[in-house]
C-alpha cells in the first residue's frame, strides 16, 4: 500500500542526452505530481522530451538533473509495480501471444503456473484476441501486436500503468474502441495512468487532467484538469465546454516558446 496520495513525482528534472553532434537537452525543471489511480494525459510536440518523461518514471534511465520518485521513493531502478506500453510493441519473436503475456513472471520467477496462464487469456481475450493465443508475432498485425504489448503491461496488474502512443497503430474504429475498453479497465481495477498521446480528442476523452509540454527542451507550460465529469463518451466531445476546452488545447500547442 503506497504511503503517500503522490504515485509519481518529478522535482526540477532535467534531461540531457549526449549525441555525436553534441548535447541535446530534452527536459528541463519538470516540476508535477500524479495522484494515485489518477488518469494523465501528456500532450506536447515530437520531440519534446514525452516519451523520456515515461522512461524515467519507469526507471529505464537516470535524470540528469533532479529526482524522480514513485510512491515517495526515488526511481532508481525499474520497478515491478510499474507497466510499460511502448509506442512499438517488443514482442519475442519466437514466443506466441500467450507466451510473451505470461513473459514477465516466467522471466522473474522462472516458471509460469497454470493459474498465470488462465489470467493471461482472460486478459486476451480483454484485448481482442482470443483465439489468437497460439499465434506468433509474425501472424499478427501491427494494431494486434500491439495489443498484445498492452496486454503484457496488464498482466502483472502494476499500480501505475505508463502508455507511450499505445493506440496510435490501430485503426480509428479499434482505437476508440480500445480506449473506452482501457477506461472500463482503469475503473474496474484503479491505477495511476501516464498516457501519452498526440490527439486532443483521446487526452480529453480519457484523462482527468492534461499536462501540456513545450517545444524541446520540454518544459510543462500547463496542467489541466478535463472540464467535464466522468462517464464520458463521444457525445462529451460535442458539447461547448469541451470545445473551448481542444480549442485551449490546440492554442497551447501552437504556441512557439519566446526566444
Avoid at 500532450?43 to 529526482?67: D, I, N, Q, V, W
Avoid at 498521446?197 to 480529453?204: D, L, N, R, V, W
Avoid at 487532467?209 to 517545444?215: A, D, F, K, M, Q
Wanted: charged residues 20%; proline residues 6%.
Amino acid at each position: 500500500m503506497a504511503l503517500t496520495n503522490n504515485a509519481i513525482s518529478f522535482s526540477s528534472v532535467g534531461q540531457t542526452f549526449l549525441t555525436g553532434s553534441g548535447s541535446v537537452t530534452a527536459l528541463d525543471g519538470v516540476t508535477v505530481t500524479v495522484a494515485q489511480h489518477e488518469f494523465v494525459a501528456v500532450l506536447g510536440p515530437s520531440g519534446c522530451g514525452k516519451s523520456t518523461l515515461l522512461r524515467l518514471t519507469a526507471g529505464l534511465m537516470k535524470p540528469s538533473k533532479g529526482t524522480v520518485s514513485v510512491f515517495g521513493k526515488e526511481v532508481t531502478m525499474p520497478r515491478d509495480d510499474v507497466g510499460i506500453v511502448f509506442q512499438k510493441p517488443t514482442l519475442l519473436p519466437w514466443a506466441n501471444v500467450e507466451d510473451n503475456v505470461v513473459f514477465p513472471v516466467r522471466h522473474k520467477y522462472g516458471r509460469v503456473t497454470t493459474e498465470d496462464r488462465e489470467q493471461a487469456r482472460t486478459i486476451i481475450e480483454t484485448v481482442g484476441l482470443k483465439g489468437f493465443e497460439k499465434r506468433l508475432p509474425s501472424e499478427l498485425s501491427g494494431g494486434m501486436q500491439q495489443r498484445v504489448g498492452i496486454a503484457r503491461a496488464l498482466f502483472l496488474n502494476p499500480d501505475i500503468l505508463l502508455m507511450d502512443e499505445p493506440f496510435s497503430a490501430l485503426d480509428a474504429l479499434t482505437r476508440d474502441a480500445m480506449g473506452f475498453e482501457l477506461l472500463r479497465l482503469w475503473q474496474a481495477s484503479p491505477k495511476t495512468v501516464l498516457f501519452i498521446t498526440h490527439s486532443i480528442p483521446e487526452a480529453a476523452l480519457l484523462a482527468d487532467r492534461i499536462l501540456v509540454l513545450s517545444e524541446r527542451p520540454g518544459r510543462i507550460i500547463a496542467d489541466l484538469q478535463v472540464p467535464t465529469a466522468r462517464p464520458r463518451d463521444e457525445s462529451a466531445l460535442r458539447t461547448p465546454e469541451m470545445q473551448d476546452f481542444s480549442a485551449e488545447l490546440r492554442s497551447l500547442l501552437i504556441r512557439k516558446e519566446a526566444a
